[in-house]
């Protein structure tokens, strides 16, 4: 059982622990050139200037052999395309994935055989699913991708969600993007998710071989 403090804490102790345990991703993209280790150095001179006790200082060294000896993690920002196939609408009906880092390199894809659905709730479905993949890999940025302009605006809050059906299946999506620190929702043309358009019909026509 860890030995988490059950009190409130002392601002300075609170600034501290910030700098020397708290990701700083978020700082460090609003203040643009500067780096998160800068903005430790800044906090930490901060609490040394107030209470007169000179900053900690990391032993670089160390620092480095450990990080090399850590295993690689998954990318912390992915870009996610997602796209859903209904042959019929409603038909036999497929959802597929794929999810790239911020440079293109594929980190991996998914498809889904769905059963009898309508091409809208296949959408969703592909999001639902594509977000699921991307916390288990461990990513904690997300930026969705999807030729569906109806289910983009629907997620942005332009459009309302009028179809019963479809309501839970939007809900579900956005309690999905509400786990990640930050997520992005836009729409990209066809010829730009033809990859996880590929997954979608490889789904159909795989059929229930294909796990839901």
Known sequence: MSSRRRRDPDPLELITFIADHESLTLSRDEFSGVTEERLR????????EVTGVPPKRTNLAAATVAAKNEPKK????????TDG???GNPGPAGAGWVIQDESGEMLGKGSAFLGRRTNNEAEY????RGLHACLEAG??????RSD????????????RVKEDRLQALYHQAREKLQKFRRFDVKHVPREQNSAADAQANLAIDQGPSIAV
């Open 41 to 48: 150095s800044i906090l930490r001179a901060f609490v040394s």
């Open 74 to 81: 998954a990318a912390n920002r992915v870009v996610l395309f």
């Open 85 to 87: 196939a209904s042959r």
């Open 125 to 128: 479905e592909a999001v639902i």
């Open 139 to 144: 990513a904690n940025e997300v930026y969705l």
């Open 148 to 159: 569906s302009e109806l289910l983009v605006k629907q997620i942005n809050g332009t459009y």
